[in-house]
């Protein structure tokens, strides 16, 4: 039986959202590393592989744009269901199709996630389940345990992509049965959106023009999607799966090596969000975004000259380490300049920037490295995302959250 006083219901409940966004994210850990190993084992070409993952996070913009704008008449537990059950027949589906224009089919329509960390519709109705209880001050803490999580789960998940390259047989068909198991666990966060949702709340979301949201929050809104949109087109350059491809293919890096060097990056990433809510705390929410964010660019823009594997890896791990420290500054800024009606559509409009952001993305760094050589996405993605942090800065540093 849940807690009975307040406060426990509400930790309660922040601890079983958490647990069903780290299951989900266990599935996009290992999806983000072994779908770019498993689709170069098929001989997929690198603008193939950008088609792929691009069209499966398309997949996830369109669910995110129709969340915001085309749903007003679906509760949040509803959605909630209908994005964990696409998700996980997505999947299933990747096992049972070859053909490139197949698999880019599935995973538009599977909302698959090739980026490795979870951006999806479920996130934001998770997000603004979250948001509704925070209080000016806590809310980069409370978004730090939730992303933590997801970033535990998700190196975990990331670690089991090495299973192809450990176990007998064909590593791609081993690939095969680990996409089957993944979707079969995505489903389990349904039992949990069950019983913990009630089944009428937010039986109406924002309907489309949006009366509800004031003038000052759609300008901020606005602002913010615009920003976020830069940084998750330069993020699309840098998918994991992508990542994984360059590893596979600049060192010839299996999974053996690419699983466990992702768990660290994982586990980098966790530990860096209370770093980051610390920080947040002494000098706001967004200069925390941007110091923290700035300089991980900066590691990655060296990456392609990395004279070894392992130099390689180092430098990709010092990324790591800084890289995800905005993520728990920017939604408390997102919640904290909004009010509670208005949240659902902030996240999602500025979730829908993100994912449109990252699903043009692959399929531009598939097509510049067939141009310009292996290293051109990571080059682009780290640009795009320095002039990204340089105009967050210009814009919101002055301007409090509240």
């Keep these: 039986m849940p807690p009975s006083s307040h406060e426990a219901r509400w930790r309660h409940g922040l601890l079983l959202l958490s647990t069903a966004a780290g299951i989900r994210a266990f599935c996009i850990g290992l999806t983000g590393v072994l779908l770019g190993l498993y689709l170069a084992r098929l001989g997929f070409t690198a603008g193939q592989l950008g088609l792929v993952v691009g069209c499966g996070l398309a997949g996830n913009a369109v669910a995110t744009a129709w969340l915001a704008w085309v749903a007003p008449g679906m509760n949040r537990r509803a959605v909630l269901f209908a994005s964990t059950l696409l998700s996980g027949a997505g999947l299933i589906g990747m096992a049972n199709v070859a053909a490139p224009l197949a698999i880019a089919g599935v995973a ?47 190196s975990l998940g990331s670690l089991a992509a090495a299973l192809p390259d450990l176990l007998p047989g064909d590593p791609a068909e081993t690939s095969r049965v680990l996409f089957v198991v993944a979707g079969l666990c995505s489903l389990i966060p349904i039992a949990i959106y069950a019983w913990l949702v009630p089944a009428d709340l937010g039986s109406r979301l924002l309907p489309t023009n949006h009366p509800q949201v004031d003038s000052t929050s759609r300008r901020r809104i606005r602002g913010l999607t615009g920003l976020f949109a830069l940084d998750s087109l330069g993020g699309g350059f840098l998918a994991g799966s ?3 491809y360059w590893f596979f293919k600049r060192f010839g890096l299996s999974g053996e090596v690419i699983g466990p060097l992702f768990l660290a990056a994982r586990g980098l990433n966790a530990g860096s969000y209370f770093a980051a809510d610390a920080l947040a705390r002494r000098i706001g929410l967004v200069k925390t975004m941007v110091f923290t964010h700035f300089p991980s660019s900066a590691f990655l823009l060296v990456l392609p000259w990395a004279p070894s594997a392992p130099v390689a890896m180092l430098l990709f791990l010092a990324r790591e380490a800084l890289v995800q420290m905005d993520v728990p500054a920017r939604q408390a800024f997102v919640a904290q300049a909004t009010r509670p009606g208005e949240r659902v559509y902030a996240f999602g409009v500025t979730g829908l920037a993100r994912n449109v952001g990252w699903a043009a993305g692959p399929g531009l760094a598939g097509w510049s490295v067939e141009a310009w050589g ?9 640009g795009l995302k320095m002039v990204y942090d340089l105009l967050l800065y210009r814009a919101f540093v002055r301007e409090p959250p509240g």
């Design 108 to 154: 538009f329509v599977g909302l698959v996630n090739g980026m490795g960390r979870d951006r999806g519709p479920a996130q934001v109705i998770e997000q603004s389940l979250l948001s509704d209880r925070l209080t000016t001050g806590h809310g980069a803490g409370v978004m730090a345990r939730y992303t933590a999580a997801q970033d535990v789960c998700a």
């Design 242 to 244: 992508i990542v994984s």
């Design 374 to 382: 292996l290293g051109a996405p990571l080059v682009i993605g780290a």
